[in-house]
């Protein structure tokens, strides 16, 4: 994987802004990430069902994990081979609560295997039942029913007596009352005796409600996880689980101890997508565990590691030329090396610096249309707009005092150039000052005459009615003490008022150079109400 190319894609519609979601199709796999996968699936294979393994997928926020859980799923589900030896269950740890992870797992297997029904699963989870249970009293069944029997002799001898009666009056008279017998006193009588008998029967069992409180611990889980995968066809059973590390300290140990008190159960393999360095802290915060022995608790837990490393230059350099080149919007060369220099090597960083500094772009787009903004101020030099972004978003304290300070960039340049001994304090006391210096080296050329259009992507309206302000600031700059006179010497008393606004504020600057344009200039021959 080290040193491997961008892999080619097929291209893609222009899009407004890239979303944030995992690849979830193998033709999403900019990165090669199908690797990882093909090695994912040969340890699982080979794993023992019979003996519970944990293996870690670690790598940095950003760099990839859920994309190729995705793409492992994928893999398995369109493979009918490999769907007999092994089946698929994802499962996301961030969105549950202190606990409940392993209440999740059963949930989402139950779903998968239909083992119970949704209530079911459910009840047993996280409600205490109530189940009605019959006692039978062996003891005095006997005794009941033959008191009952006893009772019934009169009865019986009455109904004996009737049948006789209407044999006889028919035999010797030819009169038939059996019929009439039989329904207005034998039948009667006979249903007072079931009612007899059923009511001594009902008497001699007692019921009862039995209380079954809901899952709790470790050996009820692993009972009800057994049963719940006991439908399982497939050889092993992977269930990945993910975002652990971007839990609560106390949820992500809890989270371990739940999963090492499920390992007993055979046939199941767990797969773990997390950053471990983020989880070894996690340990550590819980006060349960030293620097050092938290890693060793990692070591011990995970049998099996496979690390996803930072992206190397090229590969980053690549990826980021195929997201902008995704987005409708052409920008300079120069945003890539921006990005190059900012050193996050994390595909997800690039996209969601690409939409802030997309954003950033509309916003000077539609203000340079509208008039506020010369046209092409900023637009036409988006290397410098995406340094800004950066700036903002990674080192917010320098950017604040560069918002103040609209010629910070200049005074860091010439501590660079050896002009100067000290680095401007905001960099030198910045807690990532090494960082913001390398990216401020690496980013030398990349340049703006007046940062103030990036910094807060309008101009003072002065500005703005000035129509050659960037060729005025040049020349202003390069000392043309004569083009700067001529162009005063043709303005009304309003165009000379906007001009000296923005010759005040570029003299105000503490640089050397501005300091040479004082020694140059005498400001009040281009006053306004001054012949020049």
Request: hydrophobic share 40%.
């Amino acid at each position: 994987m080290k040193g491997a190319r961008l892999l080619e894609q097929p291209k893609s519609p222009k899009v407004s802004f890239l979303t944030d979601e995992p690849i979830a199709e193998p033709s999403q796999d900019r990165l090669g990430h199908g690797l990882y996968v093909d090695q994912l699936l040969a340890l699982i294979l080979a794993a023992d069902p019979d003996h519970p393994v944990n293996i870690g997928l670690f790598g940095k926020w950003g760099s990839g994990k859920t994309g190729i859980l995705n793409l492992l799923a994928k893999r398995i589900a369109n493979d009918s081979s490999l769907r007999q030896k092994t089946d698929f269950a994802y499962v996301d740890a961030w969105r549950f609560s202190k606990g409940s992870l392993r209440q999740e797992i059963l949930i989402e297997l139950n779903r998968k295997f239909r083992r119970f029904s949704p209530e079911e699963i459910q009840d047993r989870l996280y409600y205490v039942r109530e189940e009605k249970t019959e006692i039978v009293t062996d003891r005095t069944c006997l005794r009941r029913l033959a008191d009952v029997l006893t009772r019934s002799v009169p009865y019986v001898s009455v109904l004996l007596v009737a049948l006789i009666l209407g044999i006889a009056l028919k035999a010797w008279f030819g009169i038939d009352l059996l019929a009439s017998l039989v329904l207005f006193f034998v039948v009667p009588l006979f249903l007072l005796m079931i009612d007899r008998l059923s009511t001594a029967t009902a008497a001699v069992r007692l019921s009862q409600k039995r209380i079954i409180p809901q899952a709790s611990s470790p050996h009820e889980f692993q009972d009800l996880l057994a049963e719940t995968i006991s439908r399982l066809k497939s050889e092993r059973l992977l269930i990945a689980i993910d975002n652990l590390d971007r839990c609560d300290s106390e949820v992500a140990v809890e989270i371990l101890g739940h999963i090492k008190s499920m390992m007993e159960i055979p046939k199941c393999i767990y797969l773990f997508a997390c950053d471990n360095e983020a989880l070894e802290k996690h340990l550590e915060n819980t006060k349960r565990f030293e620097e050092g022995d938290a890693r060793e608790f990692l070591r011990k837990f995970f049998q099996i590691s496979i690390p996803v490393p930072p992206l190397i230059d090229q590969e980053f350099a690549d990826y980021v030329d195929d997201a902008a080149a995704r987005l409708d919007i052409e920008f300079d060369r120069t945003v890539k090396e921006v990005l190059v220099a900012a050193a996050w090597r994390n595909p997800r960083r690039v996209k969601q610096f690409l939409n802030r500094l997309v954003v950033a772009y509309r916003i000077a787009e539609a203000r340079e249309t509208k008039g506020i903004l010369h046209k092409g101020t900023v637009t036409s030099n988006t290397g410098f707009l995406a340094k800004i972004v950066v700036l903002q978003d990674e080192w917010p304290d320098f950017f604040k005092e560069f918002e103040k300070n609209e010629d910070l960039l200049s005074e860091v340049e010439r501590c660079f150039m050896g002009e100067v001994q000290q680095l401007p304090k905001t960099v030198a006391e910045d807690h990532r000052s090494s960082e913001l210096q390398t990216f401020l080296r690496a980013t030398r050329i990349v340049m703006a005459e007046d940062p103030g259009p990036f910094l807060r992507l309008t101009q003072e309206s002065y500005e703005s009615s000035i129509s050659d302000l960037s060729t005025f600031r040049y020349r202003l700059l390069s000392g043309e003490v004569d083009y700067v006179k001529d162009r005063f010497r043709h303005l009304d008393e309003t165009g000379r008022t906007a001009y000296f606004r923005e010759l005040l504020k570029i003299v105000d600057r503490t640089s050397k150079q501005a300091r040479e344009i004082r020694a140059t200039f005498q400001l009040s021959e281009c006053a306004p109400g001054s012949s020049v």
